[in-house]
Structure formats: structure tokens, C-alpha cells
Nanobody, 123 residues
Framework: QVRLVESGGGLVQAGDSLTLSCAIS????????VVWFRQAPGKDRAFVAG???????SYANAVKGRFTISKDNAKNTIYLQMNDLKPEDTGIYYC?????????????????WGQGTQVTVSS
């Protein structure tokens, strides 16, 4: 069973930075894609950023240039560095993985999910 545990959320002000972490059991992402989704109140989960087995990264247009996804193989951890945060970045951030090396932006393709971490950006 693959286990994902997010951490690093919190309450920040607009313009601040925050780094989320996702610890993944085993060496899951050495062979598979891992992504971040977020869910704002009253909205569906939306793709934020993803990293493939080969370290290719992809981002939602809303976060391009502000967010960076990366991985630390030694720590089995995925990070999401978020800069210049905006109130519209508020939501629950989920780490997710799929048994495939390619990033897909639809949440339907991900079998493994963390419990989520809350990010709140005040204006």
C-alpha cells in the first residue's frame, strides 16, 4: 500500500511564500508520476503541478512562474514551493500518485491520495 503524507500548510498573507511537503512510502516516485491538486471551498479538485518519473514538470497556468515542484529521492519526498501567494490559492492541497510515469491533469487517474493540508492566504 502506498502512503502519502502532506505537511507544511498554514495561514499566510498575500505575497508570502510557503513550501508543502509530501512524504511517500517506499520508492514510489522513482517509477511513477506524483502531483499536487488543490480544492477550494465549493469547487472541484484542480491540478496544480506534477512531476513525472523522468523529472519532467508541469503546472497549471494559474501557478506558472510562482510555484515549483521538486523531488528528493533520498527522502522519498515531493515538495511544492509556492511564492507570491494570492488569496485565490487558498484551499486544501493534496498530494497524489498514479501507477504510471506520466503526469495527467485529471484527478480521476490517481489511485493514491494524501489526507490534504490546508493553505489559507489572506489579502
Amino acid at each position: 500500500q502506498v502512503r502519502l503524507v502532506e505537511s507544511g500548510g498554514g495561514l499566510v498573507q498575500a505575497g508570502d511564500s510557503l513550501t508543502l511537503s509530501c512524504a511517500i512510502s517506499g520508492h514510489f516516485f522513482s517509477s511513477n508520476a506524483v502531483v499536487w491538486f488543490r480544492q477550494a471551498p465549493g469547487k472541484d479538485r484542480a491540478f496544480v503541478a506534477g512531476i513525472s518519473r523522468n523529472d519532467e514538470t508541469s503546472y497549471a497556468n494559474a501557478v506558472k512562474g510562482r510555484f515549483t515542484i521538486s523531488k528528493d529521492n533520498a527522502k522519498n519526498t515531493i515538495y511544492l514551493q509556492m511564492n507570491d501567494l494570492k488569496p485565490e490559492d487558498t484551499g486544501i492541497y493534496y498530494c497524489a500518485g498514479r501507477s504510471n510515469p506520466v503526469v495527467i491533469t485529471s484527478s480521476l487517474y490517481y489511485e493514491y491520495w494524501g489526507q490534504g493540508t490546508q493553505v489559507t492566504v489572506s489579502s
